[in-house]
């Protein structure tokens, strides 16, 4: 309850400090504005499972073939909805997440084949997996469709935690999976790691990053666990009083993780992801404009924020009729401002030159006090003509940010949304 009220406070005061004036509420809509912008992102949500882990925020439902066939035809049906309102819109990625994606891998490949036909697709495609799922004649049927970026969500590569975090493998399947991807030539392999699980000590967490260094990955990322309020670790969390690391050992593994991926040839590329320098990023939420497709899938096109339905029948249901759109937030220029830089702040970087060229304006004409007060703290490792670049302090920070702040507003909406298919209005 203190943290919940501490977020509260925190997030009313960054909101009167950088967005006075501006209205963050959700309100019911069925109607999708154009996306101006070409090169967007384009999401995919494929909401099954077979495996309800716990510890999971995001919209799923358990794996059934009959249901996934209906899902795949409404899915390839809002496809064509898009098209027709929007012509052959362009697409700089293709990230399809979850869920767990690979349950549909046969499929996947005719739902790739529609997007081409429909947009114009010019990038990578993305897609999450698990070692409960994957394997490698998937593997091989991923490459053959398109997918050049891959997804491991291995967590951890021990039995307690993986225990705790309900996953339905054990340490020596995660590490042949990895190996497998590993030796099959994606462009990025990403491994996704959770430390701060209760109970975990730095011996614990340094045995899951080497294990995660000696599968060669691409790119590591290491999020701490969140407990949603509406998970069942949320909820498990609240009936048995389970003890999450404090503030304290938390910023511990955090520096702890950059200090080992760093000295293992890895480079950070966002306040989660190491990755190796000759490699690119991988990312699943750093687009500055993205379309989502699917129960519960979010898109951002400047002028709005969308949501579609969070029910899986109900998509289903109302896309015989219409687009399953449920709600929307106007977006103001100054909004758009902050969600611009959050992102940057994300990616640990803010390079000023391409906000001049987005904006018409200095950055420090909109938020100087903020750069400067980021400066004056010592969070940033430098700063020249071209941008500011964070430091571990900083991105630690950030982190914390993410957990008091911007979560906030994702447990609202997403909670509001697992329980009502069409909310009427949700402030945040």
């Known amino acids: 309850m203190f943290l919940e009220m501490k977020s509260t406070v925190l997030t009313r005061l960054v909101r009167s400090l950088i967005s006075p004036g501006d209205k963050y509420t959700f309100t019911s809509s069925s109607r999708f504005e154009n996306h101006q912008n070409d090169g967007a992102g384009l999401y995919l949500h494929i909401p099954f499972c077979t495996c309800m882990c716990p510890y999971c925020p995001y919209y ?17 049906s809002e496809i064509d909805l898009h098209a027709r309102e929007f012509g052959r819109s362009r697409f700089s990625s293709l990230y399809i997440g979850g869920g767990t994606p690979t349950l549909m891998t046969e499929e996947l490949g005719q739902i790739i084949d529609r997007i081409s036909l429909a ?32 997804s491991l969500g291995v967590q951890s590569y021990q039995e307690k935690n993986l225990a ?45 990053l080497f294990a995660a260094v000696e599968c060669s990955p691409d790119q590591i990322t290491c999020y701490p666990l969140f407990t949603f309020p509406y998970t069942t670790v949320g909820k498990y969390k609240k009936l048995r009083r389970l003890r999450m690391p404090s503030l304290a050992v938390r910023r511990r593994m955090y520096y ?97 030159a391409k906000y001049q060229t987005l904006f018409g304006n200095n950055i420090y004409e909109d938020f100087g006090s903020l750069l400067t007060g980021i400066k004056l703290l010592g969070m940033h490792e430098r700063e020249d003509k071209h941008g500011l670049i964070l430091n571990v302090k900083g991105c630690h920070w950030i982190h914390l940010a993410q957990n008091y702040y911007a979560l906030n507003y994702v447990s609202k909406i997403w909670s509001v949304c697992q329980s009502e298919p069409w909310p009427e209005r949700i402030p945040l």
């Open 256 to 352: 702890f993780v950059h200090e080992f991926l760093e000295s293992n040839g890895y480079k950070r590329s966002s306040v989660w992801s190491f990755v190796r320098s000759n490699k690119p990023h991988y990312s699943s939420v750093t687009r500055d404009y993205y379309v989502g497709f699917g129960p519960s899938a979010a898109s951002y096109t400047g002028e709005g924020f969308y949501f579609n339905t969070f029910s899986i029948a109900d998509y289903i249901k109302m896309i015989a009729r219409r687009r399953p759109v449920a709600l929307k937030m106007h977006v103001t220029e100054r909004m758009k401002k902050i969600f611009w830089l959050y992102w940057r702040l994300y990616e640990t970087r803010i390079p000023y």
């Open 119 to 150: 947009f114009d697709l010019n990038g990578c495609i993305a897609v999450e997996t698990t070692p409960a799922d994957i394997t490698r004649r998937k593997t091989r049927l991923l490459k053959k469709i398109g997918v050049s970026y891959i």
């Open 164 to 208: 705790l975090l309900g996953r339905q493998y054990d340490p020596s399947t995660a590490r042949q999976t990895a190996q497998d991807i590993s030796e099959s030539g994606f462009v990025n392999y990403n491994i996704d790691l959770i430390f701060a699980l209760p109970g975990e000590t730095q011996h614990d967490l340094e045995a899951d």
């Open 60 to 76: 799923k439902v358990h794996y059934d073939p009959a249901l996934a066939k209906d899902f795949q035809n409404a899915l390839l």
